[in-house]
């Protein structure tokens, strides 16, 4: 019978030494977690620096097209001008050469 409670008392001793971690092994947890905080910070620094990266050039690819696209406006305007111009002189011309005051 003593050979039972000094194996239960052995038993109770490792239990009470595995109660928790040890220091070494929150420090270890401690150092994963901050690796691993750091690794993300990193990453969504490079993600959002991927993505003003990508802003900038779809500003600029915008400010090109827009730039673009007021030259082909002016142009149209300028071609839309001419032929108004010439479709009122052709008018005029129709008009006076039309015959005035026709009685039948």
Known sequence: ???QDSD???KTERTERRRGPST????????IAIASLLAS????YNA??????????GEL?????NERLSEE???IRVEQRETMKEFNEKLDRIIEQWPRGRKQ
């Open 1 to 3: 019978m003593m050979n």
């Open 8 to 10: 239960s008392d052995h």
């Open 24 to 31: 070494s092994t929150l420090s270890f947890g401690g150092l």
């Open 41 to 44: 910070g990193v990453a969504t």
């Open 48 to 57: 959002v620096q991927n993505d003003i990266a990508s802003l900038k050039r």
């Open 61 to 65: 690819y915008q400010e090109r097209t």
């Open 73 to 75: 406006i002016r142009s």
